[in-house]
């Protein structure tokens, strides 16, 4: 919340029109997930865009309080509940305003390392054959199915809202903290390959704003250009049984 706010404020010294609410998510806890879209509904504001860019990376293996892989429940089924909860409010905006309404997932190229057969869907919180490079990769996998299968089901029902994912690049950032030692050696023999803070938000912003890509909906971008993904990340069974996974996932934790 202090970066956050200092982040506000920042935006705020360079354009003093902005108005920025800060509200507390925690992506990792299901009850933070509905407490915030509880908070942003009440405040009664359109939904235009939504950027699902909360992300954790290679951490050792442990489970979230909901008893989830820590990997797979921040990056990915935290963002799947919290669109759900949110979509209605993109609909009534869409309805309202006219406008498009757009979901943007941030993947990663790292998708394409991830288990065998994609998703460890009978595994997913084992400890034992755990890999924490490759449950990083199955998240990253998680989220472009995930947008994949929320595009066609939007499109099914007629809605005006895109939903893609993102490759942002590498970028030397807070995400790394478990594995700085190693991210630095790699940084240093290529260099050449890394992004800064604007370059690796370039991706996501073209994806979420610029007007070429209205009506675009279920493709995976990198360097702002569309992208063929992994053949699991194409596979729309896989989409869709990992939509009723995730879903029997969160009704499985319980409420208080």
């Known amino acids: 919340m202090k970066a956050a706010n200092e982040a506000k404020n920042k935006i705020v010294r360079e354009t003093p029109r902005a108005r920025i609410d800060v509200l507390e998510l925690d992506l990792c ?12 509904i009440a405040l009664h ?23 989830i892989e820590v990997q797979f429940a921040t990056n990915h089924i935290g963002h799947f509940l919290l669109t759900n909860l949110l979509l209605d409010t993109m609909k009534n905006t ?21 288990y065998k057969k994609g998703i460890r869907f009978h595994k997913i919180n084992d400890k034992q054959g755990y890999s924490e490079k490759r449950a990083y ?32 690049g590498l970028i030397m950032t807070p995400l790394f903290r478990h594995s700085a030692a190693l991210m630095k050696l ?4 290529s260099f050449f390959l890394w992004k800064n803070v604007p370059q690796g938000a370039a ?10 890509l209205n009506g675009v909906t279920g493709k995976y971008f990198a360097d ?11 596979n729309e069974s896989l989409a869709r049984e990992l939509w009723e996974f ?3 996932l969160i009704s499985s934790v319980s409420v208080p």
């Not at 869409?94 to 991830?114: D, F, M, P």
């Open 29 to 40: 806890s299901t009850n933070s997930i509905r407490s915030f879209a509880d908070n942003f």
């Open 137 to 168: 990769g199955q998240s990253k996998l998680a989220n472009i199915l995930h947008a994949n299968e929320l595009s066609r089901r939007l499109q099914e029902e007629g809605v005006n809202i895109t939903v893609n994912s993102v490759h942002p």
């Open 45 to 67: 504001l359109p939904l235009n865009i939504l950027i699902n860019n909360a992300g954790i990376m290679f951490c050792p293996f442990q489970l979230s309080q909901d008893g």
């Open 224 to 234: 702002c250009n569309e992208m063929r993904p992994s053949s699991y990340a194409r």
């Open 203 to 212: 991706t996501t912003c073209y994806v979420a704003l610029h007007p070429r």
């Open 94 to 114: 869409v309805k309202a305003s006219g406008i498009q309404g757009r979901v943007v997932n941030l993947s990663s190229i790292a998708h394409n390392y991830c």
């Open 186 to 189: 790699l940084k240093f023999f």
């Open 246 to 248: 995730s879903n029997k």
